[in-house]
């Protein structure tokens, strides 16, 4: 067994860990924009909806449709979909940098729903009492609304990552790299059974870790 994982590592070492370097790269950059586009966008869609405070039905309808419009594509058809859009904005449809576009979209409107969700458990009461107190709407998003919700805000960034860590595994059907990418082109195509087993394996102990890490993270937050 030990010279046969010896082997294992001399053939495929350097692969697997140059897939797994692509893939923390896709995940970390993707999940950096989406987090830029989508929490002002989930704070927008709390804050333009009916008996809020900046109440517009338009841009919350708008803003609705247009994220149920987008959460409604499964990632592999949006993956095909917007090709000529990523190849226009990034110059390339494969590689690392040319999966990055199709993974914000697809992860941006998720989040933002995420945030949605997490912003609307905050008590109706703690932030009727701030607006009586004639605190402006800015402060009452930054100091209440995102201070009370931080931690299902975390455990929603938490989901979120783990869908885009699997959503950077399918990209490997486009030439996207990491890990997804190995386990196509050699576990799959190649029939290499062990490269397959490897990379699902270490796709399970990053979900198992990044779950554990936002669980605790959010459980803190909680007690704060």
Known sequence: MPSTFSEFLNNWGED?????????????IALLVSIIIGLPLGILLVMT?????????????????????IRSIPFIILLFFILPFTKWVVGTSIGVKGVIV????YT????????ESAILEVDRGVVEAYEAMGIKTRNIIWH????????????????????????????????GGGL?????????????????YVTVALLIILVQGLQSLGNAAAARLKKD
């Open 102 to 105: 199709p993974l914000v979209v």
């Open 49 to 69: 909806r009916p008996g809020k405070g900046m109440e517009n039905k338009f841009v919350y309808q708008l803003l609705n449709i247009f994220i149920n419009i």
């Open 16 to 28: 697997i860990w140059a897939a797994t370097i692509e893939t923390f790269q896709m995940v970390s």
């Open 108 to 115: 941006a409107p998720y989040i933002a729903r995420l945030m």
């Open 180 to 196: 997804g990418d190995l386990a196509y082109r050699f576990g799959h195509l190649r029939y290499e059974a062990d490269v397959m």
């Open 144 to 175: 209440v609304l995102l201070r009370e919700s931080r931690s299902s805000i975390i455990l929603g960034l938490t989901i979120a990552t783990i869908g885009l860590i699997g959503a950077t595994a399918m990209a490997g059907l486009v030439g």
